[in-house]
Nanobody
Framework: QVQLVESGGGLVQAGGSLRLSCAAS????????MGWFRQAPGKERDFVAD???????QYADYVKGRFTISRDNAKNTVYLQMNDLKPEDTAIYYC????????????WGQGTQVTVSS
């Protein structure tokens, strides 16, 4: 099992920035892939970004150049730096974790709300 606790969501104006954090516990963090997903009202949960155990990163096209995912293995924490936020980025953002040496996401946090006003 992996326990995930997100923080850092909130209300921001369009063009602003937020940094989300997700603290993980329960498995050897450095062996996990970590991801961020989001779900807007009435829509399905979508992939945003992820980072694997060797720092390989993937991004959804709609966040490339604006969002950056990073990890700190010493703190068992993954981050999502979000810049140039747009109203369409408004969603609940979920942190996720894989099992060791995988990129399939099995564990989920409770989510943190991000609201971008125009």
């Amino acid at each position: 099992q992996v326990q995930l606790v997100e923080s850092g969501g909130g209300l921001v104006q369009a063009g602003g920035s937020l940094r989300l954090s997700c603290a993980a516990s329960g498995r050897t963090f450095s062996r996990l892939s970590m991801g961020w997903f989001r779900q807007a009202p009435g829509k399905e949960r979508d992939f945003v970004a992820d980072i694997n155990w060797s720092d390989n990163r993937q991004y959804a096209d709609y966040v490339k150049g604006r969002f950056t995912i990073s990890r700190d293995n010493a703190k068992n924490t993954v981050y999502l730096q979000m810049n140039d936020l747009k109203p369409e980025d408004t969603a609940i953002y979920y942190c996720s974790a894989s099992r060791e040496w995988s990129r399939t996401y099995n564990y989920w946090g409770q989510g943190t709300q991000v609201t971008v006003s125009s």
